[in-house]
């Protein structure tokens, strides 16, 4: 079955059917369209402009006698062939190749034809009583007119009048003007050409929750398969998250008033690809498993990501920090770019153009200026796993195999020994561990020029030399290590810290919750060694630093863990053995409730360190403590009745003993579980 979801392309017109959410616009726009010559309907990008003009409003315009032209564009590319010079119009040119696809430029009568020109050429309308129908004449992306071919800029003016000389001229004509919000000021300043100033204008928002079920079920409509209840429902309400500041400046998400008509298809295009063939219901433990939103979302930006790479041959992880750093605040919330002549915050103009037609990103104009934001909270978290599961794979082979390949190519090209580049690498790094900045003596600058060219040197230039320093604190204890390694110095360090980065990588592309587990037992030092080694490895500075301080905090939580544990261990084996070495039945019950009660708070603590593990096999132990002690407990109070205390104290010792050991041997257990 083909999957019926278009996902981030528009749905074409062919795709009526199952096009939904939107009756009420259509409804709307409908009565717009045959009451007006000139409507403008408008919207942020990524609103679903596209795909209501082509699934949505055809039918019902039919339906009315409204004759539908093919959509045209102004910012086509001229034919191969056609020098721009020698066209009149290019806006008017592109827009009549739209009018007449299959049909050539005889004679290149588009390049100098208006649009009244055009439109002769074409059939009139007729209705099944013969009579002149209305035609509905459809610009679409009209944006265009005011981002291509800025060296044309005075035929946008033109093709205004031209326009407004084609309606004067064709009263049952009705033109539909498809414009990006974020142009409607440079629209203003000609709509005066046009008649009424086109002044009859809809607004289309994005996508509320009711809407955007109906969305999400439509195309299922009539197939084998469809949504389970609540399951599409879910879906929605997990897209509409957007993450805020609170008060206290902590970063929270809440349920948003829109969802993306472009992120909604993309992740049900997702989960019905990802799907077994045979299911027939989409059940709720499917959604989670092959339409999990976060997944769907960051193949999405890989693919922005890819294909703005192989459009302008940008480095790839120049490209991801920009979106990460510039597009995410340091909050965890979207943030705005200023769009220069240019470059947008540091980037190629190029590239921001790809991603806003990859609806990766959109455009708010404020206070006359262009800024630019993702579009939509969502993408948030998907960039941020995206980026570090990417660094990841990018330093998949050990740091010191790459730093050994760099120092290998400097040699072999420059004939300098690797000895001597290590040497001079390590005159870089006091004993103290701190980097310096060293003008090179016998190192020629070839050598230190692929160094840097490898990411491992910074070079500044001062005088006739320049000076170099190692690139940051983590690279630094690397190299040291690294060149220890070399030279057949401290073998155990070194494979420590490779284990280390092993971890702490596997817990980046994991996402584990907790990673207190993680370094439990490490000791601070080898938190700090984890700590460069991440930074190396690609994990980013905030992620291992959160690290260092949650191993830190979690060695003091784990101390008093055990020290709980061994407490309630002694507790519980006096709880066993004073039911056989008391005689007074008072003393016997106050010990055991003091002990059981010890034990339950050892319980809820392992619960509050969030170690679930460690916490149901307590609970375990608890629940066998209590139903070992209780019933021994109402044994030895028989014996005791029947028994003189001679022959019973001995009985309790001996069974006491193998209580006391079993209390222990469990603890030791948890303990040996826990760490």
């Known amino acids: 079955m083909r999957n019926p979801y278009p996902g981030p392309r528009p749905f074409s017109a062919d795709e009526y059917r199952i096009f939904a959410g939107r009756d009420h616009e259509i409804s709307e726009l409908t009565s717009l369209i045959v009451s007006h010559q000139v409507v403008l309907l408008y919207a942020q990008s990524g609103a679903g402009k596209t795909s209501l003009v082509n699934a949505g409003l055809k039918v019902p315009l039919e339906e009315r006698d409204v004759y539908v032209l ?49 439109f002769s050429r074409l059939p009139e309308a007729k209705n099944e009583f013969g009579e002149s129908a209305l035609r509905l004449f459809i610009l679409d992306q009209f944006e265009e007119i005011f981002n291509a ?26 033109v539909l003007l498809v414009l990006r919000e974020d142009y409607l000021a440079a629209f203003n300043e000609l709509a005066p050409c046009l008649p009424e100033s086109a002044r009859t204008r809809y607004h289309l928002e994005r996508l509320r929750e009711p809407e955007a079920v109906a969305a999400v079920k439509k195309p299922l409509e009539g197939t084998s398969t469809q949504f389970d209840t609540g399951v599409a429902e879910t879906m929605v309400q997990d897209l509409m998250t957007i993450t805020v ?156 195999v790459q ?22 690498l390590d005159s870089l790094i006091s004993s103290g561990g701190v980097r310096m900045m060293v003008e090179p003596a016998d190192v020629p600058e070839d050598a230190l020029g692929i160094l840097v060219g490898a990411g491992l040197l910074r070079r500044e230039d001062d005088g006739a030399r320049g000076r170099y320093s190692i690139v940051s604190d983590g690279v630094a204890e690397a190299v040291r290590l690294a060149n220890q390694s070399w030279r057949g110095e401290n073998w155990p360090e070194v494979k420590r810290l490779r284990e280390l980065q092993s971890r702490a990588e596997r817990w980046v592309i994991d996402g584990s919750k907790n ?12 938190a700090q060694k984890l700590l460069a080694t991440a930074k190396v490895s690609g994990v980013g500075f905030n992620d291992a630093l959160n690290v260092f301080v949650a191993a830190t905090l979690t060695r003091e939580a784990h101390q008093k863990l055990r020290w709980a544990l061994i407490a309630c261990a002694l507790f519980g084996t006096l709880a066993i053995t004073s039911f056989f070495v008391s005689a007074s039945a008072e003393i016997r019950w106050k010990i055991f409730a003091c002990s059981i009660t010890a034990f339950g708070a050892a319980v809820g603590l392992a619960a509050a360190n969030d170690d679930r593990d460690l916490a149901h096999a307590g609970l375990r132990f608890f629940t066998l403590l209590l139903v070992f002690s209780a019933t021994l407990g109402l ?19 001996v069974i006491g003993f193998f209580g006391c050991a079993f209390a222990l041997g469990t603890a030791a257990a948890l303990l040996k579980k826990q760490t």
């Not at 056609?82 to 066209?87: A, I, K």
Request: proline share 5%; aromatic share 10%.
């Open 245 to 400: 500041v609170d008060p206290t400046g902590e970063a929270v998400t809440v349920p948003g008033e829109f969802i993306e008509p472009v992120q909604l298809q993309v992740v049900c295009f997702t989960l019905f690809d990802r799907m077994p063939k045979d299911s027939s219901l989409i059940t709720i433990e499917e959604y989670r498993q092959f339409g999990d939103p976060d997944q769907a979302l960051e193949s999405f930006y890989k693919d922005a990501v890819a294909a703005a790479v192989a459009a302008t041959a940008i480095d790839e992880g120049e490209l991801r920090e920009w979106c990460e750093s510039k597009l995410i605040t340091p909050a965890g919330t979207r943030g705005l770019v200023f769009q220069g002549r240019g470059k947008t915050g540091g980037i190629d103009n190029r590239l921001v153009e790809i991603l806003e037609q990859r609806h990766l990103i959109r455009p708010e104009i404020r206070s006359g200026s262009r800024w630019y934001e993702l579009t939509h909270d969502r993408f948030i978290r998907p960039i941020q796993r995206s980026n570090l599961a990417w660094k990841a794979e990018r330093w998949s082979k050990s740091f010191e």
């Open 635 to 653: 044994l030895m109070e028989s014996l005791y009745h029947w028994l003189p205390t001679w022959i019973v104290v001995p009985i309790g010792l």
């Open 403 to 424: 730093y050994a390949d760099a120092i290998s190519e400097a040699a072999t090209k420059t004939g300098v020994s690797q000895d001597a580049l290590r040497a001079f």
């Open 515 to 526: 990673p207190s587990l993680l370094l439990a037992r490490e000791e601070i030092r080898g």
């Open 70 to 118: 093919s959509s045209a564009r102004v910012g086509i590319p001229v034919d191969e062939g056609v020098r721009l010079s020698d066209v009149a119009n290019v806006y008017t040119y592109s827009a009549t190749g739209d009018l007449f696809p299959e049909t050539a430029d005889e004679g290149g009568w588009r390049q100098n034809a208006t649009l009244l020109e055009a």
């Open 149 to 174: 071919y800025p060296q044309r800029w005075q035929d946008r003016t033109a093709f205004f009048e031209q326009l407004a000389e084609l309606l004067r001229n064709y009263r049952e004509l009705r």
